[in-house]
């Protein structure tokens, strides 16, 4: 039996390149497959296989002094959801421009927002009420299918435009509410919940375990809608049997949650598109301009 495992740990990495030469050796040597980022603030990494084997990487993983407390996260899934194992070192194990900015210590991201559990943010909402705001700390096109009911969802294309948009002002009437940042697994969070904290907004929360375990404990009947964006073949996943459809086709604007790649190879965006329109290839393009270039012979 096969299954995903998600994780990410901020602690100090002296040698972040021989972290990431001992991690590819051994999920090599257990035939796993994923992504893994190494820089001196810690571990991120998403990693397919079967179960036997992911045991025996948390086991070994956990050996690191640093990692012996990981949370590791299962999701359906398997190896084959990944085309390759990819281990990298990077600046930063989520690329905010931050990598100056952040601290972190044995304890993790220092100065980041209170970690809630799921039951802890139904009951922020139930006591406070409309006062929460819920701020989305992915990028934009992952929430056009799945966000938490009412939430502010930022301009952001990628993370790299987040201190840019906080900085911008135009979020300045939240700094005296409670804020509760939320993200796919929790990691861009733990970064964006700091940042948002040392730029004067004063209660700053994070979903502990992030959406993969707010949707665990309360699938699509409670405060979360829609469907969760993942970063694997599997590009999407819904909580339950009963999931709202919130996505709108870019093209005929019906309900969707369906994203392809565009049909320009070189291009790096994805297309929300329904299954009818999905049929005619000419609307398997990102932008006008994708499809202008592919018929003007460039790589398709």
Known sequence: MQKILLYYKFTPIVDPVTV?????????????????????HGLNGTVGGEMADLKKYIKSTKEFAGFKDIVFKWSDGGREDFPRMSVKSRDEIVAFKAGEELRVDENGVVGGGKHLKPAEVNKL???RGNEVAFFDGRNAHEAAIGKFKGAI???????RDFIDEIESGKYDDLKDKP??????????????????TSRGFKEVYQIDGGIVK???????????EGSLRVFDNRMTIDFSDHTKTIGVCSHCQGPTNNYENCALSNCNDLVLICLN????????????DCRRRAKLGATV
């Not at 969802?153 to 993370?159: A, D, I, Q, R």
């Not at 329109?277 to 006008?288: E, G």
Request: charged letters at 20%; a negative charge; hydrophobic letters at 35%.
């Open 125 to 127: 909402v139930a006591e």
């Open 214 to 224: 707010y949707g665990e404990a309360y699938g699509d009947d409670g405060l979360w």
């Open 179 to 196: 804020i509760v940042t939320y993200c796919t697994g929790g990691i861009r969070c733990e970064i964006l919940s700091a940042l948002m």
């Open 20 to 40: 990431k030469l001992w991690q590819k050796t051994l999920c090599d040597g257990l035939n796993l497959r994923g992504r893994i980022l190494v820089s001196k």
């Open 153 to 159: 969802v930022p301009n952001t294309h990628t993370s």
């Open 277 to 288: 329109c999905k049929q005619n290839p000419d609307l398997l393009f990102h932008t006008d």
